[in-house]
């Protein structure tokens, strides 16, 4: 069973954020050129909040405020949900469900070393169960 830091060993490590004083058209702009649906806010190094697709769609586009005037900070959600890396994918599954968002970033003794998303750990998940299948019928054959 996988747990988040063999994910994030496998995928990298590689954080993108904004600063909450970003305009969100910059944030968005930046998501689409990353190909990602939520990215961190950071302020001097700390995190302090996370702007996803829901918060533009949600925050933004249905309250009828314009990304070229609202700051990140107006819209972000906070405080940030973090995960443990030594979490279990099916943990991390389970929290997003629970808390209803699709990315964590991963925490390791207060220090942030990525993030991973819904899908990170879906195909975790879904690997770890083909292999268990694999070995069960190898167990049956004998």
Not at 25 to 44: K, N, P, Q, S, T
Not at 90 to 95: D, F, K, Q, R, T
Not at 106 to 111: K, N
Request: hydrophobic share 45%; no cysteine.
């Amino acid at each position: 069973m996988h747990n988040v830091r063999q994910i994030l060993d496998k995928k990298g490590g590689d954080i993108w954020s904004v600063e909450p004083g970003d305009l969100v058209i910059d944030a968005v702009r930046r998501m689409a050129e990353y190909r990602i649906g939520a990215m961190l806010v950071m302020r001097d190094g700390q995190m302090v909040g996370m702007f996803s697709e829901r918060d533009y769609a949600r925050k933004v586009i249905l309250a009828g405020r314009s990304s070229r005037e609202t700051r990140v900070e107006e819209v972000m959600t906070a405080p940030v949900i973090t995960l443990d890396p030594r979490a279990t994918a099916e943990e991390g599954l389970a929290l997003m469900t629970r808390k209803r968002i699709r990315h964590l970033p991963v925490v390791d003794q207060g220090a942030l070393i990525g993030l991973v998303s819904i899908g990170d750990l879906v195909n975790a998940v879904i690997g770890d169960q083909r292999l268990l299948i694999e070995q069960l019928e190898m167990y049956v054959r004998g």
